[in-house]
């Protein structure tokens, strides 16, 4: 897994080259029909091992409130915004997994915000931070220092979106070259725009022979298809209302070490917001990369075949 840290050109996350506009993570009576099965939203910063200077996570308006966020009857709720470094925040086995279990929170709480309404975040930036690169937990085979960023709804009823920067300074977006962000699952909205179409790029390392994609909430609004080198924008199953969905597709020796491209493409007439993760044949979730591991896969015509899914 050396060099998994990739240097971004900037660190949004999610990313330009994901093109998803915010993250959604509802409030604890939120309805689960509203898209997030389970009102948390875990990510992991890495940061290079050698990097020595200290750095900021900032969010763009992450109140709930205002412009963005969804309201059910106003809105009443906080979401809390959590990282952790030292041992266990990633090591340990509960981190990596798509349910918030005993464990996924482990390792040390660096710093927590809680906000609720609050117009001074709203369409604006929160700064967290400073943040020592060291704190975070050594992990020597992507060669960084990892974070835990928890993003929780608490309390209420209501949607919060959100989006944020890792950067070098704690007023302006700066890129900390050799780092990057990752998720085991991920609750975003999906625009009602059929021409934009957003992507993610789970990693499939050595060991996996195949994938299952599993969907919740898409709302049979559009299309779901996946890209690899050798596959060609197979058909995923897209869940419907408040439902989730599963679909298998095997793995080629071609495809081992590099990234897949999971397109997701609305056609329905109002924004979206859905859950998505995918889990090898033990099924251990795979992360999603802001930048994907050796780079956006494209289908390589020269093969002379492509690799069909089994029915």
Request: hydrophobic share 35%; glycine share 8%.
């Amino acid at each position: 897994m050396g060099g998994l840290h990739n240097t971004a050109s900037a660190q949004r996350v999610p990313s330009i080259a994901e093109n998803i506009g915010y993250c959604a993570t509802f409030s604890e009576s939120a309805p689960k029909s509203w898209g997030d099965d389970d009102n948390v939203q875990v990510y992991f910063v890495s940061i290079a091992k050698n990097s020595t200077r200290p750095f900021y996570i900032r969010v763009f308006d992450a109140d709930v409130g205002g412009m963005h966020d969804m309201a059910k009857s106003g809105f009443n709720s906080t979401t809390s915004f959590t990282i952790y470094g030292g041992k266990g925040a990633y090591s340990n086995k509960a981190a990596k997994g798509v349910d918030p279990i005993p464990g996924y929170d482990a390792g040390i709480k660096i710093i927590e915000r809680k906000v609720g309404e609050d117009p001074k975040l709203d369409n604006n930036w929160m700064t967290i931070g400073p943040l020592n690169p060291k704190e975070g937990e050594l992990d020597n085979a992507m060669g960084a220092y990892i974070f835990k960023f928890i993003i929780k709804g608490e309390a209420g009823d209501d949607g919060n979106l959100y989006h944020f920067y890792l950067t070098s300074q704690a007023d302006e977006n700066i890129e900390i070259p050799g780092s990057n962000a990752f998720c085991y699952e991920m609750s975003l909205r999906v625009p009602s725009n059929s021409k934009k179409i957003m992507h993610l790029y789970p990693y499939i390392d050595n060991d996996v022979i195949n994938v299952k994609v599993h969907n919740f909430d898409f709302d049979n609004g559009g299309n779901i298809r996946l890209t690899s080198v050798v596959k060609n924008s197979h058909a995923v199953k897209a869940s419907a209302d408040g439902n989730w969905v599963t679909s298998i597709h095997d793995v080629s020796d071609k495809e081992r070490n590099t990234s897949f491209d999971l397109n997701v493409l609305d056609a329905a007439s109002f924004s979206n917001d859905m859950t998505i993760f995918v889990t090898n044949q033990y099924d251990e979730a795979l992360p999603f990369f802001t930048k994907p591991i050796n780079g956006v896969p494209k289908f390589d015509y020269r093969t002379g075949y492509e690799v069909k899914d089994e029915e």
